[in-house]
């Protein structure tokens, strides 16, 4: 049996390179350069991780630093300011733009691990189970993701870890919704019939037969998910929910929120910052559901 | 009839859903790092070890896990959420407080959103590849991706110091206090800059919706049929068309009551506005947990009110519905 099962994959391997070509992603990549904002979107956002990335190290002044006078305007020394410490702002977007993005990528990877999970499960096994999935779900919707984060933050520590994990346990509920439609919606096509007739079982019926059907919607609400993770950073942050030993922009817009009358500099860049990374990975988004979702495409 | 019966299964499904919440709570303050009876006496400023003692009996700390649940829900029933030290006062009477001030934020936000937005989405639909379109299309994905604190503090930057029309802190004078009418104005200047701030994070999103949902009930049949039969056009928009691009932007309003309530948290921070957002920022600030919590609850309760409303909206505003037959 095993030797017959090895020799039936052989061929399979061998022919992926040629397969590559014309591979749905490939087709999707293709699709998305199509795409004038999307690809606007992923310029922006390299660019943006590639200065968080080599900023710090070109740029050279310590974030957390004493860099000058307090509140100093933008100038040739500190060419978006300092901060109510004196701290340089230019670097504390550099190196802070590490922690929010990090934490963005990862809250938007637990949001969408759970959310995948639940929905999954709810929508390919249906009756008592989905009932009770969908009834926890229902539960995490009623509490206002950002207030229930805040209280997860407020009794567990101010941790980075903290802070990631409770944006994606607030946020998975919207995940979990899609996935089920799409798994309400697949579960009963011939394909999957088929598949269960030959064989297969729960398990490679979910993850190898449906899922892969599922991911356009999925890929696109990730991509999202991440904008929100960001946002969601800032905003405990600005609230001094944030790690206050981890510079970020949540937590720059925070700490010098009460200076905003006397000195503009120092929470108009942090925000800017924030805004135009979630307008790239929105962009980005919008881009790859019109590449994935050619049906979509024509509507406005 | 059947409504009753409907609204009746909501209102048990909502009781079952907050108990749940409170059960939530529970779990929340007893799995938090930190013994409660420490927390507490640090919240009053530190004590000896047989105040300790003496709390840990007074709360029913020394009591069973399920023993304590029971007491805190029974508690809850009688409207007792616990003791602020911070505020010094009961948590229910604080919230009583701060929910009004709230809900003017949160509800004109909202009104202004759903009108605002709709507005755009409708215009920018008669044309969608012309100038005021992508106009409109940029907005509202501006109005996404802008942190709601950050849109705030950029306003009273404009409006605190560039141009300084507008109040921009509180909700009313405290220098000049009003009565009657005058008092009702000061508060609504007061209002301008939170409710606009929040307000354009929805506008954002319902334009976007509005347009979209306008486009396609502008090539439906039954538009057709419409401007066929003569009617004029503000008719065929405003009252065929309408209808069908309002349905989705009550569900989504409706749903994200939620949402739009923690953006107030961020809003009222932002602009001292003295409602439950404010208040979180409080208690967070002092660790002050009986007031998180029951906060957390209050919100749900809010939501949950939000939810049942707007499915009662839903069906006033889709005959499809209201009459049953799917």
Known sequence: MTTIKSTAVKPDTTMLPARAATSPIAAALRQFARSPAGVAGAVVLILIILATLLGPHLYGVDPLDIAGAPLTPPDADAWLGTDYLGRDILSGLLQGGRATLAVGGVAALITIVIGVTMGSLAGFFGGPIDTALVKVTEFFQILPPLLFAMVLVTLFGQSLVVVTLAIGVVSWPSAARLTRAEFLRLRNLDFVKASRAAGGGNGHLILRVVLPNALPPIIVSATLAIGVAILFEGGLSFLGLGDPNTMSWGLMLGQNRNYVLDAWWTVTFPGAAIFIAVLAISLIGDGINDAINPRLRKRG | ?326
């Open chain 2, 1 to 326: 009839m059947n409504l009753v019966l409907h609204v009746s299964k909501q209102l048990a499904n909502a009781f079952g859903l907050l108990l749940a919440v409170l059960v939530l709570n529970f779990c929340l303050i007893h799995a938090a790092p930190g013994d409660p009876a420490l927390v507490i006496a640090g919240e009053m400023g530190g004590a000896s070890a047989d105040v300790i003692a003496a709390l840990r009996v007074k709360y029913g700390l020394d009591k069973s896990m399920l023993e304590q649940l029971f007491t805190y829900l029974g508690k809850v029933t009688t409207g007792d959420f616990g003791y602020s030290y911070y505020f010094n006062e009961p948590v229910l009477g604080l919230i009583g407080q701060r929910i009004p001030a709230t809900l003017y934020l949160v509800l004109s936000a909202l009104a202004m959103s759903v009108v605002i937005g709709t507005l755009l989405g409708i215009i920018s639909a008669r044309k969608p590849n012309g100038l005021f379109s992508q106009g409109v299309t940029v907005i509202s994905l501006a109005g996404y991706a802008a942190p709601v604190f950050w849109t705030g503090l950029m306003l009273l930057l404009l409006f605190g110091s560039v141009w300084p029309i507008l109040p921009v802190t509180g909700m009313t004078d405290v220098a000049r206090p009003k009565a009657g009418l005058a008092y009702v104005l000061d508060v609504m200047q007061h209002l301008v800059l939170p409710a606009t701030t929040l307000g354009l994070v929805y506008i954002a999103q319902y334009s976007r919706l509005a347009r979209v949902n306008m486009i396609d009930a502008l090539t439906a049949d039954y538009v057709r049929t419409a401007r066929a039969k003569g009617l004029p056009e503000i008719i065929v928009i405003g009252k065929h068309a309408l209808r069908n691009t309002l349905i989705p932007i009550v569900t989504v309003a409706g749903l994200q009551f939620g949402h739009l309530f923690a953006g107030a948290v961020l809003v009222e921070t932002v602009f001292s506005w003295p409602g439950m957002g404010r208040l979180v920022f409080e208690s967070i600030l002092r660790r002050d947990y009986p007031t998180l919590l029951a906060v957390l609850f209050f919100s749900a309760v809010l939501v949950m009110a939000a939810n049942i409303v707007t499915d009662l909206v839903y069906r006033l505003v889709d005959p499809r519905i209201r009459s049953g037959g799917r």
